[in-house]
């Protein structure tokens, strides 16, 4: 348990420690929701299936419909529905001989869905496919396999997925299209199959089974992927050579293998690297503009001088060994690969864009990364508290943006604390583009429950330990079943978020950090007065935590401040901001993100756009609403109108059938009805991820209290010396100190901080 803890309180010391027009095909990138599809549900916007035929790329949507784009220019249109006429209808599409086939995992029926003049015909086809090898029997069901490769080549049905029956493993073989009969593969390890030359194929091999058994180490990390020519007569390698990653993922991120005129292709990470079979090179044939582990679960295909791929988000289509990848990259530092970076990439396929692997944080390794090096970072995302920002704007590592009208006419609509934080001397050298905070919060419902009302709840840090402290005289026995907080070892949490409350605060009065004063000792005097070995063994719990949707408790330590979603929410939870001590002004802890440009790049221009086309497509459930105290339209939850509209549909039609019910299906009708109404009005409470009564409480009680810190010398320490304050800490937490000698040794050491930070 002490280890646990100790990585903790680390835990909270470290996180809050112009183009050429022929260029303009270099990436073209499409969504699903923009699809030419017939319906409105998640059906008829997911794609089962895709593949090329030539410079045609066909793909199998979930309500059947079939659609037909050009890879070059992306306009699709439907040319026919594959479930109108059939029970069981095509999942899984194939190119042979030039026309296109789709099969059906579960029965074997297979038909020809577009013939060699491009047109929609639907052709059932006499011989039932052998897909038992697809098929594992579990019991009371069975599960099937998930496809990583499909493809047709010289008469046989060619398939590699993965199976996670029993045990994690993966599958490869052939099924003859004249007999109808298949074959698994003895080769281990083959993650992918495509065709390749002279009736070969071309194989991915990497054994990831260790990331789905939970054994994966640094050395299963170090292990690299091989490409290996394929003999599917004899089931033999011919020839292989090994994919070096530039990523840290090793093998597990090689992915997306596919084969055309233009050579031979692969996925590593974001990028997609082109291979010589010959020696064994490979070189960048397209950026991708996605993250490290956004391509791991897509299927690729080659269209005609394009890499294809696809997953539950939609399809894109990337030009290969583009003359625009002559003129470099954006690169960005620190993104994840989220829809506000995604809205560039499909809003600006001129502009190849990458996410750089590079995770160093510290003032040197940055700094060196964005004036040398073979990726030069462009635009950097940035946490203020533990990242050093302040000091790369002293040092004029940051764009002074302030004459960028397109930047600051949508920077000064924020909230004044977040523009402040990246602002100097007036000029703004960078963005915010998120903010969040974490406090205290309480379950109204319970603490109603104890016969106390909302003038009854602390009105400090203090007031609630002296609450906890009290707890078991007061409350103990009669309410023996109310979890105080939602972990039951109370203790060095609460310490830990006492630490981070305190230098929140020495942040917001300007003060310098130390801990010899007379609000920390008050605190500490009064944490120190609770016996937190009788709270937890009153709790009577064997697990060391308990998360609040397992159980409720009466307080929270990590109400999060600035996320509208639905899922995330707390029933009955309010958030409790609170002062350290009564008389003081409360804060909330802020993790502030902000994007700061490079003024040494070379693509500012193409920076600038970057950072505009962010600011206009913040998330909507977070970003959008707390940074700017006039985003105060309602915010529906994705599937309200949907659900809705469903819902009524079928309490008409239940209504409809009680009409002509007879006696014995009437009481059956009427209790569905009375569920659908149910339904229904559960659905109307949770109309809104944002409603006009949170975003009230929002902007009046939390947002004035949000704080975001700059990075202190405990924040920007070596690792080295955060594990010393970390076992500083520890000592008083096990009793071995007093808390006069932690809070001298304590001051001491950020002294000694602050001086080789200078």
Known sequence: MKNKLVALILSVIMVFSVMAPALATTVV???????????????????????????????????????????????????????????????????????????????????????????????????????????????EYSSYLQFKSVFGMDGWLYYAGISYAEIYSMRSGRINLETGEGKEFTTKAIKELVPYQDGMLLALIYDDSAMYSGSISTESLSQNAQLMVFDPQKDAAVSQVEITSETSMGGYGVAGLCAGDKGVFYRDGARVKGMDMATGTSRISAYTGGSTYDGMNARAFYADGYYAYYSYEGLSCLMLDSESLLDGVLTIYGEMGGDSHKSFVKNHPEIPVDITTNSSSDLESLTQAMVSGDQTLDVLELYTTYMPVDRLIQKGYCLDLSEYTEITSRVEQMYPQFVDAITVDGKLYGVPINAYGTTFGVNMELWAE?????????????????????????????????????????GDLLFSLILQQYMTYTAYTGEDLRFDTPEFREVMEAFEAIDFSELESASGEDDEQIYYYMQDSLFTMSQTVGMFYGNMRMNNIQALPLPLLDGQDAVITTLLSVMIINPKSSRIDEAVKYVVNYLDNLDKNSANITLFPDHNEPLEADHYQSSVKSCNEAIEKTKAQLENADAENKAELEDQLTN????????????????????????ENLAPLLVAQGQNALYSAESAAVTEVNQLLLKYLDGAITLDQMIKDFDQRIKMMELEAQ
């Open 29 to 139: 990138y499409h969504t699903s929701s923009s699809m030419a599809v017939s319906d409105e549900d998640s059906a008829s916007t997911t794609i089962m299936s895709a593949v090329a035929v030539g410079s045609k790329i066909y793909a199998l949507y979930g309500n059947g419909d079939m659609t037909a784009q050009d890879a070059a220019s992306g306009e699709e249109t439907v040319i026919g529905n594959v479930a109108a006429a059939v029970v069981l209808m095509p999942e899984e599409l194939f190119e042979l001989d030039g026309k296109l086939y789709g099969f059906n995992v579960q029965s074997g029926e297979w038909y020809l869905l577009v013939d060699e003049q491009g047109t929609f015909v639907q052709q059932k086809q006499d011989v039932t496919l052998d897909t038992s090898l697809f098929a594992f029997d579990e019991g």
């Open 450 to 490: 104890l016969g106390l009302t909302e003038d009854d709840l602390p009105t400090s840090v203090c007031g609630l330990l002296e609450f906890i402290s009290n707890w078991s005289y007061d409350y103990g026995d009669e309410y023996s079943e109310v979890q105080l907080f939602e972990f039951n070892q109370i």
């Open 676 to 699: 659908l109404q149910n339904e229904l009005e559960l659905i109307e409470s949770n109309r809104y991820d944002a409603s006009p009564e949170m975003l009230q409480d929002y902007r």
